[in-house]
């Protein structure tokens, strides 16, 4: 599905719908295959013992599955998370970013179902998974 919302313009819409969330992500990667996008490594993601803390990763993944989604329908900020199911495997390593790979699996037009991967930077296995739906508002 082709996308409505490039990364440069999707960023901007997140600054404007999300300002608590400025400087906490960025995209590296956004087309009709896959969105990578990355927790900026921050002391405030920390938990004991250094490593990123479960909430961080879990707001990773679900304004990954936001992008995803408003990149395929265009900006409806209303869309919302109505599940969200997560899966921590492993410690990220410390002083990394976190990564996250999220790829749309359906879209409706009601609901938009996204598989996300996180992992930390230079790691090929993953530190959780995630799978996510979300709601689109009706057209008016």
Do not use: N, W
Request: glycine share 6%; with cysteine; net charge negative.
């Amino acid at each position: 599905m082709a996308l409505k919302i490039e990364a440069e313009e999707m960023a901007a819409f997140l600054e404007e719908v999300f300002p608590q969330v400025r400087g906490m992500f960025a995209i590296d990667r956004l087309d009709e295959e896959l969105l990578v996008m990355r927790l900026l490594g921050d002391e405030r993601h920390l938990r004991p013992g250094g490593t990123v803390s479960g909430p961080a990763m879990f707001s990773l993944a679900d304004v990954a599955a936001y992008v995803a989604t408003m990149a395929r329908i265009g900006r409806q900020a209303l869309t919302v998370t109505t599940h969200c199911s997560i899966d921590f495997m492993r410690k990220p390593a410390a002083g990394r970013d976190v990564l996250a790979e999220a790829r749309v699996l359906k879209l409706g037009r009601s609901l938009s179902v996204t598989d996300v991967l996180l992992f930390s930077e230079g790691s090929p296995e993953p530190v959780a998974h995630a799978s996510l739906t979300y709601a689109i508002p009706p057209a008016r």
